[in-house]
């Protein structure tokens, strides 16, 4: 089906700056040494290629295009990712109102990754009023079935008393699962958040014992997890990775706090 396409994706390649879409002209030239197994491995190949950069609207129609052509073929995984391409807004904008339509298509059809994104959408107010009793149920069945991303922010909703009784003590005890069973690859995307939150519980004593040092600890891995996911495309985490700039501030000035005082006498 690639090779039917292949006037369109010369016309694309033409269109695109090689100095500012690298990955994705390279991607595009690859294709004729390479097989990417059909139109959804050729779409998320785009989708994931020059993630920091706004995609220009004429290859955003082009994978939005190759997506729908597969949801033709009833294939769950395309609506999902639909949904995450209008969500995230490759094209410059957000737009939730597809991305919930698309990913309601996709756990319809039980995409364990699409329930989990509607309970973001749910806890967020996406396109939706803010739900957390359908954002807790989402977030559930993607935990219950290993997601990580589900799990934490089910401890966010202890933490903050959304929907459960509000139990800081629950809230990270589930974030340390988390650590204690995220895989190398997993940790990639997960352990920023995660380090981050246990950071800052540990600095407030909130759920367990006032920790600063543990706490300076988390701060300094979340940045570098948080930094690479940044880097990654994952511009969202922006924000995340300033707070955990700032909580090591305020971790090593509470940490000054309790050095003690040495006052040295000469003879």
């Known amino acids: 089906m690639v090779l039917q396409l292949d006037g369109t994706l010369d016309e694309i390649r033409e269109q695109l700056d090689p100095e500012e879409f690298p990955e994705t002209v390279e991607c595009l030239e690859s294709l004729e040494n390479e097989d990417f197994g059909g139109l959804y491995e050729l779409a998320t190949a785009l989708v994931n290629c020059d993630k920091t950069k706004q995609m220009p609207q004429f290859l955003f129609d082009f994978i939005v295009f190759l997506y729908k052509e597969c949801i033709g073929g009833d ?3 395309a609506m999902c990712d639909l949904g995450a391409l209008y969500y995230m807004g490759r094209n410059g904008e957000s737009d939730f109102a597809e991305a919930f339509r698309y990913y309601e298509m996709a756990a319809d059809k039980g995409n364990r990754q699409a329930q989990e994104n509607l309970g973001y959408c749910y806890y967020y107010g996406r396109n939706v009023e803010v739900d957390y009793k359908r954002a807790f149920h989402y977030f559930a069945l993607g935990a219950f079935d290993g997601h990580l ?8 909703m202890y933490r ?7 139990n800081p003590q629950e809230a990270f005890r589930i974030y340390l699962h988390c650590m204690g069973t995220m895989t190398e690859e997993s940790e990639q995307y997960i352990a920023g958040p995660v380090l981050l939150r246990l950071g800052q519980m540990m600095l407030d004593g909130e759920g367990t014992e006032r920790d600063l040092r543990g706490a300076l600890v988390c701060f300094q891995k979340a940045e570098a997890f948080l930094y690479n996911m940044v880097m990654d495309g994952e511009i969202e985490y922006r924000r995340s990775l300033n707070s955990a700039i700032e909580g090591q501030a305020k971790a090593r000035e509470e940490m000054e706090k309790t050095l003690p005082v040495l006052e040295w006498k000469y003879d």
Not at 149 to 156: A, E, H, W
């Open 149 to 156: 991303n589900s799990l934490y922010k089910i401890g966010d």
């Open 160 to 166: 903050n008393g959304y929907y459960v009784e509000k």
């Open 75 to 77: 294939d769950d995984r």
